[in-house]
Antibody, heavy 121, light 111 residues
Framework: QVQLVQSGAEVKKPGASVKVSCKASGYTFTSYYLHWVRQAPGQGLEWMGIINPIDDTTNYAQKFQGRVTMTRDTSTSAVYMELSSLRSDDTAMYYC??????????????WGQGTMVTVSS | QSALTQPPSASGSPGQSVTISCTGTSSDVGGYNYVSWYQQHPGKAPKVIIYEVRKRPSGVPDRFSGSKSGNTASLTVSGLQAEDEADYYCSSYAGSYRTYVFGTGTKVTVL
């Protein structure tokens, strides 16, 4: 079945970096964009950015520019999100989610299970 | 990009209707017919229930409906059921290169 499977929970110290993976299966990897969305405990959803698996093109939300890097590996149908200079307020559940490539405003129709990142000294 | 504005909470008795608003700007909600709504139960990933303002994915009950006027979109849940108790988020395409923005979220309680 169509699914996105993410890597496991992480605990990091302030100032460190974290890299979360999202592996796609059940569909053609290059036929959908992949996004990263985060949710702090008890808070709302926050769009972080998008990666085009075809050509590695990215677009990051202004808030994360300079701190986030999204990459992809077509050989394993996986995308990665690396967030650097971690702070306590980066503690959140991080989700990957896909959208179609044809319609610009396609919805996020498949979501990963989420990866909890905890930043604590 | 600023988050879209939703009321923090809404409630209704079983069988009643509840409507949630989602207010943005002409750069997102008002500029595109690409508003989506997501339902999120505790500890679960969000699930799309409305896309392109008013379309429902296969399997989503027709009790869920969407609309838009100007810079404000709305989600109506008719015939409330216990399983509708969840957090609801709107999302809008915001132009540029596939930029999106989410709403602040609304907790729906079934009394």
């Amino acid at each position: 079945q169509v699914q996105l499977v993410q890597s496991g929970a992480e605990v990091k110290k302030p100032g460190a970096s974290v890299k979360v993976s999202c592996k796609a299966s059940g569909y053609t990897f290059t036929s959908y964009y992949l996004h990263w969305v985060r949710q702090a405990p008890g808070q709302g959803l926050e769009w972080m950015g998008i990666i085009n698996p075809i050509d590695d093109t990215t677009n990051y939300a202004q808030k994360f520019q300079g701190r986030v890097t999204m990459t992809r590996d077509t050989s394993t149908s996986a995308v990665y999100m690396e967030l650097s200079s971690l702070r306590s307020d980066d503690t959140a559940m991080y989700y990957c989610a896909r959208t179609g490539v044809v319609i610009p405003g396609d919805p996020f129709d498949i979501w990963g299970q989420g990866t909890m990142v905890t930043v604590s000294s | 990009q600023s988050a879209l504005t939703q009321p923090p909470s809404a409630s209704g008795s079983p069988g009643q209707s509840v409507t949630i608003s989602c207010t943005g700007t002409s750069s997102d909600v008002g500029g595109y017919n690409y508003v989506s709504w997501y339902q999120q139960h505790p500890g679960k990933a969000p699930k799309v229930i409305i896309y392109e303002v008013r379309k429902r994915p296969s399997g989503v009950p027709d009790r869920f409906s969407g609309s838009k006027s100007g810079n404000t979109a709305s989600l109506t849940v008719s015939g409330l059921q216990a399983e509708d108790e969840a957090d609801y988020y709107c999302s809008s395409y915001a132009g540029s290169y596939r930029t999106y923005v989410f709403g602040t979220g609304t907790k729906v309680t079934v009394l």
